[in-house]
């Protein structure tokens, strides 16, 4: 440590920081605008500038190192001097537009301007204009005359989006922001660009004059999409959401989010919300009272359980949903006499399973890895913010090694990237512990294979010290899940790495935790909606059609069902299959808890009124429990719920430790070609599938048949030409692409999209001809 005086304080700091480090440590507020303290120091703005004693001129602040005994001066006539002049050389054409700004009241310059700013300006001379940019349907670029150079955005972009879309070019008065990787922002985390922009030059597309900051109410939340439990600060006015933006949180998601969590709220302002309770009587649509709907959805149960018997009831609930709201529904649903209740929609093994699927470490562990293995997982599309933690592991010189069917650019250093067709996931797993077993002398929990592949990766796990084995969500809905997981933990267990799933949703944790599948021989997802024994069916934030691992099998069921109960915000959710629609609150408009991919309890209000008659879902449950005369069903608050749900909290982290112990073993490979499906990061659920700017994104364009090379030729395709994709009797016609990264036998064809919503099952085998 390197002790220094600052402002006649003693101040210690860790050798090689900068004067700003110990102005932090010190609480000793120095202005500055392109100091970032996430992003790389670049010494643009100079508003840091300060007196160093023995130094002939003013110094940066942000980019001058520490040394034991420095004296500096932050507030000395000198320091004050330099900081003027600097702010007075930023206004020379900086327009005089605050009244309008969208920036205005939340604005570093603004605020700087008035301590270092003059009450005149010595210029006369026009202004400079930057012309306009349209760089996509989330990002405003109209005011970049607004732009005081500080790169902050260019940085972001190449150090935590780990893509440079923005950069500068040209030099002096002619240098500008502007997009060099292509005309849009395109990254899923370019919203963040919007929050350390210091100036108005980038701003909401969506929220762009629509409030004033200073009328806006703040409140906390937490993000309903991914399994990182993003923390939120939602912004309201007039009782509605006009604004989302991260609340800082240092183990969790610190200081940014993914645009997903960002722009999604639209949904919630939509003209699709459900807003009063729907009854279908002869084929058309009536809207009823509470007391209506729930008294028929309480008879139709009723009278189903006694026709066909309880276990022809059964219920899906979405993962998105909170610990209170899934945990009221297993209640309920076994209340009947059943235990058909699942979360797992997308999945394909539902082998009994002991303990909780989970991240198996910390979050911000992620950023501290030195060895990385993802099976599984378009990581940074399904965990944006994961992706970023372990990019930032990768620049500090992380080996991170990835086995899929398929590989984006995950947009960081790739120690290996292995393809291999889903059905040969096991086996590949299997050869990297053979080759770990032939130098540890273990033996291998299946046969496999040494490969030079397996042994570089092999080699590489056995190295270092901080290290993980990460299942996404594709690993988690594979055929064989279970087995890859028990490879997965022998190969942790022999290199001491963590083993863990990233977990698909928000509440997926909570979701195993509060027993939201079956316990006593229910029925799982895939028994529900594969066939025809279902005849009562509660739905919670669930659209069959897009959801499930086979959409077309899942809709086929929903219309066999005598009875579909659908609790939703969205009056267009399984319309066509559903007898009862009910108006439930989304995340904003209920109080819950969410269990992260850690384990991380968080609980949240809601910050605003329900939409016309909505209610929340842990409500209705309890009044429908009440109406079936079911025990257990008498609570006041969601806390209530809460503490019967997941009992001590203090005990979560035990719950989380256990492992499972299934057996791995190999099954053939199916003839032909296997398809692996990715879902949109903005298809993932219902909010985000009805935000109308991540729709106009392009992430969010209709999907595509991605081939692998070798198909592509056999074929004869060129660009533009379209496939059909058959998987049974059920076909769709795409686009398709070349894709290199592609196992041979492999098609990559997403799912959770209308467009694919008449094909099979996501790992199934399907048939590829030119349309």
């Keep these: 440590m390197i002790e220094i005086e600052l402002d006649g304080k003693k101040v210690e700091v860790a050798e090689g920081s900068m004067i700003m480090h110990a102005a932090d440590n010190a609480g000793t507020y120095i202005p500055h605008f392109c100091y970032h303290k996430k992003l790389s120091i670049a010494a643009n703005c100079r508003m840091c500038l300060v007196d160093v004693e023995k130094a002939p001129k003013p110094m940066p602040a942000c980019a001058t190192p520490v040394t034991q005994g420095m004296i500096v001066r932050t507030k000395s006539p000198k320091a004050l001097q330099a900081q003027k002049g600097v702010m007075e050389f930023l206004l020379i054409n900086h327009p005089l537009d605050c009244p309008i700004c969208d920036q205005g009241g939340e604005c570093q310059l603004q605020d700087l301007a008035v301590g270092y700013g003059a009450s005149s300006t010595r210029y006369d001379e026009e202004k400079r204009v930057v012309f306009h940019k349209n760089v996509g349907p989330l990002i405003s670029m109209e005011e970049m005359s607004r732009c005081i150079h500080c790169t902050r955005c260019v940085r972001f972009g190449q150090e935590v989006a780990g893509v440079m879309e923005l950069g500068m070019i040209h030099r002096g008065e002619h240098s500008e922001i502007t997009t060099i990787a292509g005309e849009t922002i395109d990254s899923e985390l370019s919203g963040n660009m919007i929050d350390v922009c210091p100036v108005g030059a980038l701003t909401s597309k969506p929220f762009r004059y629509s409030a004033r900051t200073w009328e806006l109410s703040r409140r906390k939340s937490v993000s309903p999409h991914?399994?990182?439990?993003?923390?939120?600060?939602?912004?309201?006015?007039?009782?509605?959401?006009?604004r989302v933006l991260p609340l800082e949180n240092e183990d969790v998601n610190e200081c940014w989010i993914a645009d997903r969590d960002r722009f999604s709220y639209e949904a919630l302002n939509g003209t699709d919300r459900l807003t009063a309770p729907m009854i279908k009587q002869g084929g058309a649509w009536k809207t009823v009272d509470w007391s209506t709907a729930l008294e028929y959805v309480s008879r139709g149960l009723t009278q189903i359980s006694v026709d066909h018997g309880a276990r022809s009831i059964g219920a899906l609930a979405s993962a998105t949903s909170t610990v209170e709201e899934l945990h009221l529904l297993a209640k309920l649903v076994r209340g009947l006499g059943s235990d058909n209740i699942d979360h797992r929609l997308r999945h394909a093994d539902f082998t009994a399973t002991k303990g909780v699927r989970w991240l198996g470490t910390t979050i911000a562990s992620l950023s501290n890895l030195q060895r990385v293995l993802v099976v599984g997982s378009f990581l940074r599309k399904d965990h944006p913010l994961f992706a970023q933690r372990i990019r930032q592991a990768a620049r500090k010189g992380a080996q991170v090694h990835s086995l899929n069917a398929a590989h984006d650019d995950w947009l960081m250093p790739m120690a290996s990237q292995t393809s291999v067709a889903p059905s040969g996931w096991l086996q590949a797993l299997a050869d990297i512990a053979a080759a770990i077993g032939a130098t540890t002398g273990a033996s291998a929990p299946l046969a496999g294979e040494a490969t030079d592949t397996a042994k570089s990766i092999a080699a590489s796990l056995l190295g270092g010290e901080r290290k993980a084995v990460l299942l996404g969500n594709a690993a988690a809905q594979h055929p064989q899940a279970e087995a890859l997981l028990a490879v997965a933990h022998w190969i942790g267990a022999q290199t001491g790495a963590s083993v863990g799933h990233l977990t698909e949703a928000a509440n997926t944790v909570g979701a195993q935790l509060v027993g939201a599948w079956p316990?006593?021989?229910?029925?799982?997802?895939?028994?529900?909606?594969?066939?025809?024994?279902?005849?009562?069916?509660?739905?919670?934030?669930?659209?069959?059609?897009?959801?499930?691992?086979?959409?077309?099998?899942?809709?086929?069921?929903?219309?066999?069902?005598?009875?579909?109960?659908?609790?939703?915000?969205?009056?267009?959710?399984?319309?066509?299959?559903?007898?009862?629609?009910?108006p439930v609150a989304p995340f904003t408009e209920t109080s819950g808890t969410f269990v992260n991919a850690e384990g991380r309890v968080q609980g949240f209000h809601g910050v605003v009124r329900g939409l016309g008659e909505t209610r929340p879902a842990w409500k209705v449950l309890r009044v429908l429990g009440n109406l079936l005369e079911l025990e257990g069903f008498d609570f006041e608050t969601s806390e209530e719920v809460r503490a019967e749900a997941l009992g001590d909290v203090t005990t979560i982290a035990a719950r989380l430790g256990a492992k499972g112990a299934s057996n791995a073993t190999a099954k053939p490979a199916p003839a032909?070609?296997?398809?692996?499906?990715?879902?949109?990061?903005?298809?993932?659920?219902?909010?985000?599938?009805?935000?109308?700017?991540?729709?106009?994104?392009?992430?969010?364009?209709?999907?595509?048949?991605?081939?692998?090379?070798?198909?592509?030729?056999?074929?004869?395709?060129?660009?533009?030409?379209?496939?059909?994709?058959?998987?049974?009797?059920?076909?769709?016609?795409?686009?398709?692409?070349?894709?290199?990264?592609?196992?041979?036998?492999?098609?990559?064809?997403?799912?959770?999209?209308?467009?694919?919503?008449?094909?099979?099952?996501?790992?199934?085998?399907?048939?590829?001809?030119?349309?």
């Excluded at 066939?531 to 059609?545: D, R």
């Excluded at 897009?546 to 659908?566: H, T």
């Excluded at 290199?740 to 996501?762: I, S, Y």
Aim: some cysteine; glycine content about 6%; hydrophobic content about 50%.
């Design 672 to 771: 032909g070609f296997e398809r692996i499906a990715d879902v949109s990061i903005y298809s993932t659920d219902a909010l985000v599938r009805r935000a109308t700017s991540l729709q106009l994104t392009a992430d969010a364009r209709a999907p595509q048949a991605s081939l692998p090379t070798a198909l592509w030729a056999q074929l004869g395709l060129s660009d533009g030409d379209k496939v059909r994709i058959s998987q049974g009797s059920a076909s769709a016609i795409l686009p398709a692409r070349v894709d290199a990264t592609l196992a041979p036998t492999a098609v990559r064809v997403p799912a959770g999209h209308p467009d694919t919503a008449a094909l099979g099952a996501m790992f199934g085998a399907l048939t590829v001809e030119r349309a």
């Design 519 to 582: 316990e006593n021989g229910g029925m799982n997802a895939a028994a529900m909606l594969d066939g025809p024994a279902l005849k009562a069916c509660l739905l919670l934030n669930v659209e069959p059609a897009l959801d499930a691992a086979n959409a077309a099998a899942a809709n086929a069921a929903m219309q066999a069902a005598e009875m579909v109960v659908v609790m939703t915000p969205f009056k267009n959710v399984a319309h066509d299959v559903a007898d009862v629609l009910l």
């Design 226 to 242: 991914d399994s990182t439990g993003t923390n939120l600060i939602v912004q309201v006015k007039a009782n509605q959401v006009m």
